[in-house]
């Protein structure tokens, strides 16, 4: 959205300020209010909104400490997203199962992960009550393993 890079800011600020625990606090109220942030159309208000933000999670935090923060936080934020991008991540939040990229809803449930993660292992848990049935839908021979190279794709292929 139009202020993720103010809020990219506001977590480097909160790293600054308080920590791994600081900024963590901060990433789930950003989540939290992401509705709301992404129609906000002045910078202005987006910074005085994490502003208000950052003073209600970090104790003793105030609109001097994100102007004193401000420009190492944006160098911190730059490289991160420098990294991001030089490892392929053009947008967040990104998933990877296996180093195979899977788009999913931030807001995914459990069962909604479990089943795109046994496709990418290749299971069929078609139930829970036998034993050594949840192998992937394909039977190789006795010389080949199955081999997964997507989400539910595989083949049998050479073991070892």
């Not at 800011?9 to 992401?34: K, L, P, R």
């Not at 990294?83 to 998933?95: E, N």
């Not at 078609?126 to 081999?147: F, G, H, I, N, V």
Request: with cysteine.
């Amino acid at each position: 959205h139009n202020m993720a890079w103010e809020c990219a800011v506001a977590v480097q600020i909160a790293h600054a300020y308080g920590g791994d625990e600081a900024a963590y606090a901060i990433i789930d109220q950003i989540f939290s209010n992401q509705t709301y942030i992404q129609t906000i159309d002045a910078t202005t208000t987006a910074v005085g909104f994490l502003q208000d933000m950052l003073g209600e999670t970090l104790e003793g935090f105030g609109a001097a400490d994100w102007v004193s923060n401000y420009e190492n936080a944006e160098n911190a934020a730059l490289t991160s997203w420098k990294v991001s991008a030089f490892r392929g991540t053009d947008y967040l939040p990104k998933y990877f199962i296996n180093g195979v990229e899977v788009v999913m809803s931030a807001s995914a449930t459990v069962d909604e992960w479990t089943k795109v993660i046994n496709g990418v292992l290749g299971i069929n848990d078609d139930d829970t009550t036998a034993k050594d049935d949840d192998l992937p839908e394909d039977t190789c021979t006795d010389d080949q393993t199955y081999c997964q190279y997507a989400p539910g794709a595989g083949y049998c292929c050479s073991a070892g």
